[in-house]
């Protein structure tokens, strides 16, 4: 994610609610429900953590209570059709995307049945206190929404604390079952974590410690290298003659990383410069919770600092509403969110200098809100591109229960939804794919931007959605300070501390190997089927090779589609202040992918002429073409490299010196064709060749 790593699952806790004793039990709940009228379960509402051996008592009835009731397309099978079929390259429907009020009016829930479900809601004593074509959001207290659905609220006490949950799965009336998709906010809700980004200057300190704060690493002794700290293109400056010891397989000449890499040079290596585009005329919208105080003035500074053009009137806008901002404590605030935006802003307006830019400052990270923000971009088609830096693993331990599942399948069905309502009007909808390689429970013991609560390798959420694009990662190297590409590895980073004698010169590097620090997300779903524009370009060997290792009987859905670069050696620069002075940084992860990719998207829709819309039928498409870069993870042009890891010594400017190991994408492979590293691999300016052609 931004530069930065798949944010970590958190549980939204409410402010407050009082404990009473339990005189309304679920069983009694749901009797009383269901003796007026059939009720249905949704199934696999309940949380996973609400077990009984948590259960720490009732909420109070008398307590606020509000939910959110997703309404239901009135044709589900037809509108998953038609959005694959106007996403399919070649086929009779491509392209023919409807406006939005087309697309709600034979896809949407229809009027008949809104109404219904307004007159139940008045029924059961909740209010309605706003809707939108998604949803109907109501309120009451917790008696009435007990009543309403069919289940008690207690608190569960879980590794975040005491939540309020369900105690079984939300009933709805039987005559309203095809008109509803779920309910939420009955049970804390998972959130997407604050972006803890990492940055250079914060990879210090023990490789086998997993803590947000380091002890520093020893600096080098007289005489040891401390300038130049980085090299304008691959191989400039290197660890020979420095006495430094020699890196893996005794190599005794390991380059030093690339200078943190700017826009311009991003736009060389990637073929945007020679392609002559810039996104002119395209909207690519950010969706990331709250808002900076400082854009886009950071983004402008940031711009002009590296030769580049600050965004011109009005081609830069913002949507949010501080009044209605919640859960900072839980999500880390404005102030956390901060970085991820700048990044996200900052690398679209590079890569795409000519495309305007919509902030979406979502109310909180909770899916609730996030999805909010996503929707309200589809409900209006303010872009034709929306970039995600943000995302979560699908099986951990969020609560106190050995596998919580931390997605419900309600959750999944109005995310997809949405996408597939993106995707009839010509919207695409992409994600980073994470930046801990499977997500295993081995990674998370020493991965930077591994979330601990995972409990088995996974591909995560929601990029792993069969409607949405994954972006995945990789490390670029250039051969000219301009930025003249020379190849790209696997963005999986091992990372060696010195070891240092009684004088303070480094005589030894450990481990060797190092451990895995940091890394491009994918893998294969067990939760999703292999989609339609997967087939025959991805592995059978993969699609079948769940990431836990197990064989699955059907071909699954695998990740991610395309990479970009997202390094934390070879690091991206980003500029910030808010609040503080401006300064600027090197950051790594896929959420500077994503943003890359989104801008080579508005890129690729000018050159087309008109919206590319859902990405990955177009992007497997193309691959048969030859126009990404097929990544490996030990590429051939790595000049030396050959033998096993890419290596460099990294500088990061205050004399630390630290080793790492490029391509070891924990299990996580980069080779030939489709992988599960990189995707069909990155992308290039032959990618905007070809989309001129298509025009």
């Not at 479900?117 to 706003?130: D, E, N, P």
């Not at 409990?455 to 959420?461: D, G, K, L, M, V």
């Not at 919206?611 to 790595?638: Q, R, W």
Request: negative net charge; charged residues 10%.
């Amino acid at each position: 994610m931004s530069n930065a790593r798949l944010k970590r699952v958190a549980i939204a806790v409410p402010a407050t609610v009082a404990l009473v004793a339990a005189s309304l039990t679920a069983t009694a709940v749901q009797a009383s429900a269901s003796t007026a009228s059939a009720f249905t379960a949704l199934q696999g509402s309940q949380p996973t953590f609400a077990t009984p051996s948590a259960d720490r008592g009732q909420v109070s009835p008398g307590a606020a209570q509000t939910a959110r009731i997703y309404l239901a397309s009135q044709n589900p099978r037809g509108m998953a059709a038609y959005a694959q079929a106007v996403s399919t390259v070649n086929g009779p429907e491509y392209g023919r995307y409807l406006s939005v009020a087309q697309a709600q009016a034979r896809f949407g829930p229809s009027a008949a049945a809104v109404a219904e479900v307004k007159a139940w809601v008045a029924s059961v004593g909740l209010k309605v206190t706003s809707q939108t074509p998604q949803y109907i959001e109501v309120s009451g207290t917790v008696g009435s929404a007990q009543k309403a659905f069919g289940t008690a609220i207690h608190q569960y006490a879980t590794n975040s604390g005491l939540v309020d949950a369900i105690t079984g799965d939300i009933q709805i009336p039987t005559s309203l079952a095809t008109s509803i998709l779920g309910v939420s906010g009955l049970s804390g809700q998972v959130a997407y974590d604050k972006p803890t980004l990492v940055k250079q200057s914060s990879v210090t300190g023990s490789a086998t410690t997993k803590s947000a704060v380091k002890p520093a690493v020893a600096k080098p002794a007289a005489g040891d290298p401390v300038d130049p700290e980085c090299s304008t293109s691959y191989g400039q400056n290197s660890s020979a003659g420095t006495g430094l010891p020699a890196g893996y397989n005794g190599a005794t000449a390991v380059p030093y990383s690339e200078c943190n890499y700017v826009p311009s040079q991003l736009r060389q290596a990637y073929g945007i410069t020679g392609s002559g585009l810039s996104g002119k005329g395209v909207t690519v919208a950010i969706v990331d919770a709250y808002a900076s105080s400082t854009m886009p003035a950071d983004a402008n500074e940031y711009a002009t600092n590296h030769g580049d053009a600050a965004f011109a009137p009005g081609q830069y806008t913002q949507v949010t509403n501080p009044a209605t901002w919640n859960s900072e404590a839980a999500c880390g605030g404005p102030a956390g969110w901060a970085p991820e935006e700048s990044l996200d802003i900052e690398m679209v307006h590079g890569l795409a200098p000519g495309a305007n830019v919509e902030y979406i400052g979502a109310d909180s990270c909770n899916d609730d809100d996030l999805l909010a923000g996503i929707a309200s971009v589809v409900n209006t088609h303010s872009a034709s591109v929306i970039s995600n830096s943000w995302g979560e693993i699908m099986h951990g331990t969020t609560g106190t229960g050995p596998d919580s599942d931390t997605i419900t399948p309600q959750e999944i069905q109005a995310y997809e939804q949405v996408f597939q309502q993106a995707a009839i009007e010509g919207i695409g909808v992409q994600f980073s794919a994470g930046d801990c390689g499977d997500s295993s429970p081995v990674s998370a013991v020493t991965g930077a931007s591994c979330d601990p609560t995972t409990t088995e390798a996974q591909a995560n959420w929601p990029d792993s959605d069969v409607w949405a694009t994954s972006v995945g990662g990789t490390a670029l190297f250039t051969s000219t300070a301009a930025g003249k590409y020379d190849f790209e590895s696997t963005m999986g980073d091992l990372l060696s501390l010195p070891v240092t004698d009684a004088g303070g010169a480094i005589t030894a590097w450990s481990p060797l190997p190092g451990e895995y620090y940091f890394g491009g997300g994918g893998g294969t779903s067990q939760d999703f089927t292999e989609p339609w524009y997967q087939y025959g370009v991805v592995p059978s060997s993969l699609s079948h090779t769940l990431a836990t290792g197990a064989h699955s009987a059907t071909a699954q859905r695998v990740t991610p589609d395309v990479a970009m670069q997202g390094d934390l050696v070879n690091a991206t620069a980003v500029g910030i202040s808010d609040g503080s002075p401006y300064s600027e940084a090197g950051y790594g992860g896929t959420s500077v992918s994503s943003p890359e990719w989104a801008a080579m998207v508005a890129d690729g829709d000018q050159a087309l002429g008109h919206p590319i819309g859902f990405e990955n039928p177009l992007i497997y498409f193309s691959s048969y073409f030859g126009v990404f870069t097929d990544v490996t993870a030990n590429p051939a042009a790595a000049h030396g490299g050959t033998k096993g890891a890419l290596q460099e010594v990294l500088d990061f400017g205050d004399g630390n010196v630290t080793l790492w190991g490029l391509g070891h994408d924990s299990s996580l492979t980069a080779s030939r064709g489709y992988d599960d590293a990189t995707g069909v691999g990155a992308g290039s300016g032959k990618f905007l060749t070809l989309l001129k052609l298509l025009r």
